[in-house]
């Protein structure tokens, strides 16, 4: 039987992490990897302990709460009120089966069809892809790329981007995968443009924390005018080093709760039960754990720089990867993403990513290899682009 493909589905791109990571996995040889969002950074050793005692729990082997287990939502509304001031409380918390799953619940609670969301440029497809099965229409607005510096938002493309058909904007700083962060005033136009517009804000929260060069998390919801109007969505995956897990968690105002738990509920419901606790127990500790963990990501970050000294690379201020502009030597990310494989590096074209930003790029997430290693890209990133140092 032959049938037509869903229209929802006419603009849903491959985000190529899968099928390069596919590729290294049987190339049999020592590939670097920069691929993939993983890491190799474990949790704690205490997540660790918990996620084994919850194997063996009854309580732990139950699809309720459907809304999630009553310590981790405590949890996250403690981690959220000390992060903007707010008082929130377990009723503003709903766990879903990692972030992503979280954004999508998130979007399709409060879009129509044809509404518009702004976004950044880059942005990780994944992302978009949700928006768009959402049967929302992203609308990018670029980073500005200097070479060797932090991405800067382009404030003026960001003010033009809102249209009458404007709902919402699905922001995240560090912004994956570029790294970059928006600063004090960067996040005061947002919650200008949401007041005035009347717009929500979806905060990806996944990696708010893992900043660089000594900056400070800036949450928006703490801003005047936005605290009833922002959705945060976080996870355990990037912070708390908790892929495997599949735990997300939203935090809203009280007026969004029943429409987002409804769509939790008809979507994935909770992640598995014996995760929930481990991820709790990571969370509460994590203002003890992140400064060294922050610091590796640092300076694997400043290593892949060194790397590429000389290259038309941007800066990250935080988060788990770089992009290197490949277009500068004729090349798309996907030819370069070939050529590299051949150098014994698996990294990922941009493809699908970012109109501006997007194929010209390639991307090298260091969060899942140590300095030791990476000291092997620039002479495999040069020989790609048969340009010795």
Known sequence: MIRNRPA?????????????????????????????????????????????????RDSANSYLPFVGQDRLRQAVARHLASQTGLAYGPDNVVISAGGLSGILNALLATL???????????????????????????????FRFHPAAPWQLDRAALQAAVTPRTKAMLLM??????GGVLDAADWALVADLCVRHDLLLILDSAMERLLFDGRAVIHPAGLPGMAERTITVGAASKELRMIGWRVGWTVAPDWLMPDLVAVSLANV????????????????????????????????????????????????????????RVSDFGLDGEQMSQRLFAQGVCATGMQGWGLEHGAAYIRFVYANEPVARLRRLGDSVRAALDRPR
Not at 19 to 36: K, S, V
Not at 173 to 178: F, L, V
Not at 288 to 311: C, F, I, K, S, T
Not at 315 to 320: I, R, T
């Open 8 to 56: 929802r589905l006419a603009q849903i791109a491959g985000i190529g992490v899968d099928r390069m990571g596919a590729l290294a996995d049987h190339a049999g040889a020592d590939m670097l990897r920069l691929e993939n969002l993983d890491t190799d950074i474990p949790p704690t050793q205490e997540a660790l302990e918990f996620t084994r005692a919850a194997v063996g």
């Open 112 to 142: 129509e069809v044809g509404d518009e969301v702004v976004v950044t440029d880059p942005t990780y497809a994944g992302l978009l892809n949700r928006i768009r099965l959402a049967g929302g229409e992203p609308r990018q607005v670029p």
């Open 173 to 178: 700083s560090p912004s994956m995968p570029s």
């Open 269 to 324: 419901v909770v992640p598995v039960g014996i995760a929930q606790e481990a991820a709790a127990v990571a969370l509460e500790s994590s203002a003890q754990d992140l400064p060294g963990y922050v610091g590796e990501l640092e300076r694997r970050r400043d290593a892949v720089a060194r790397q590429l000294d000389g290259l038309p690379f941007g800066m990250p201020a935080g988060g788990w990867s770089m992009l290197l």
